[in-house]
């Protein structure tokens, strides 16, 4: 069931245009796998219809005409969108019953009722009340209990659009951004581990200390090369000692990174043939164009397409292999292409 609100709105003759449309919609009887005790015999789980999700947001238009004179014209359209998908009940003879994905051996995404769908539970760091992560004297990391540490899905989406025409000839080119979410970046962790990354080379990959801080009876300062060299690491950690505490798989914190965007995903270069031309070779329209797609990309992931999907290492519950967002693990990355097209019309 769902319900939507919309208004479309003109200006000048319709140069300018808003289009707004706010939406709810709830849907029912999901398809849940509930696992059950095998000491009567049969299989260990059995399938059932329960639950129920939210989906609720707002999407948004800006259409505009900046320039339209008879020979030049310039066009723009901006969307912007919000999505919040939401788990409002499960299996309600289990109240603690959540649907568990799992990513890795360390890293899970569970829907859980009156959570947001798409959250990463997983060990994390222990921190200071500012947020500075917390080190034993040794320089060791402190971990968590498994906790929730963020959600895969944007906090926002937009996509911005031009065209132009002068005479014959027309360009345009489209981006997309999205802002907000988190993806585990697997192949950097791998990369900061064995020390092929940029990063590992910190310091010249010796006598590094820690940056963060350690707890004193309640009381937090700066860890000091002092400290870790009480524990025989003369000098502070090698590179090694530094990246393999850092990078321990048991704590996927270490590689859950933002995921914001901003994709230059289509660029078009047009030749309309003129009329003149076109009435000698008995044709009504002829179009000429260079079309490149997937042609640059800004982020802060590292070398991956922030867009990726991977496999989890847990099928699906149907049995397949399963291939969900926010984690990067030797994933093929999005093709870019340029292509050449001729558009005739007799």
């Known amino acids: 069931m769902g319900k939507e609100l919309g208004t479309d709105i003109r200006f000048f003759d319709n140069r300018l245009g808003l289009d707004i449309a706010v939406y709810k919609s709830n849907t029912v009887n999901q398809i849940l796998k509930e696992f059950v005790s095998v000491t009567a015999g049969g299989r260990p789980y059995w399938m059932m219809n329960a639950g129920e999700i939210e989906c609720k947001g707002i999407e948004a238009t800006i259409n505009a005409t900046p320039v339209k004179e008879k020979e030049i014209q310039w066009d723009v359209q901006l969307n912007w969108s919000l999505d919040r998908t939401s788990i409002v009940s499960l299996i309600d003879s289990l109240p603690n019953f959540s ?9 899970q995404i569970e829907d859980r009722v009156g ?41 926002w989406m937009a996509s911005l659009s031009n065209s132009f025409r002068y005479k014959d000839f027309s360009c345009s080119f489209l981006f997309d951004l999205r802002v907000g979410g988190l993806i585990y970046n697997e192949i950097e962790r791998k990369l900061n ?79 309309d043939m003129p009329k003149k031309v076109l009435k000698k070779i008995s044709l009504q329209a002829a179009t000429i164009a260079l079309i490149g797609r997937n042609l ?11 867009e990726t999907f991977g496999y989890a290492s847990e099928n699906s519950d149907f049995g397949y292999g399963t291939k969900v967002p926010g984690y ?10 340029y292509g050449f097209s001729i558009n005739i019309k007799f």
Not at 99 to 107: A, E, G, S
Not at 125 to 134: C, E, S
């Open 115 to 155: 959570q947001r769908r798409g959250t990463f539970y997983g060990q994390g760091y222990v921190r200071t009340p500012d947020g500075d992560q917390l080190f034993s004297l040794s320089g060791d990391t402190r971990l968590t209990e498994k906790k929730a540490l963020g959600n895969y899905n944007p906090d």
């Open 296 to 306: 640059a990309v800004f982020s802060k992931v590292k070398h991956i397409d922030p």
């Open 193 to 271: 581990l064995y020390g092929l990354s940029e990063a590992s080379a910190y310091n010249n990959r010796e006598g590094i200390v820690p940056n963060g801080y350690v707890d004193e009876n309640g009381t937090y300062r700066k860890i000091a090369l002092a400290d870790l060299e009480k524990y025989g690491k003369i000098g502070g950690m090698s590179g090694q000692e530094y990246w393999a505490n850092m990078m321990e798989e048991t704590c996927p914190e270490n590689e859950l990174i933002d995921d914001t965007y901003l994709k230059l995903r289509e660029a078009r270069i047009a030749y």
């Open 99 to 107: 649907k568990t994905q799992n990513v890795n051996n360390f890293l």
């Open 328 to 337: 990067a693990n030797s994933n093929m990355p999005s093709v870019r292409s």
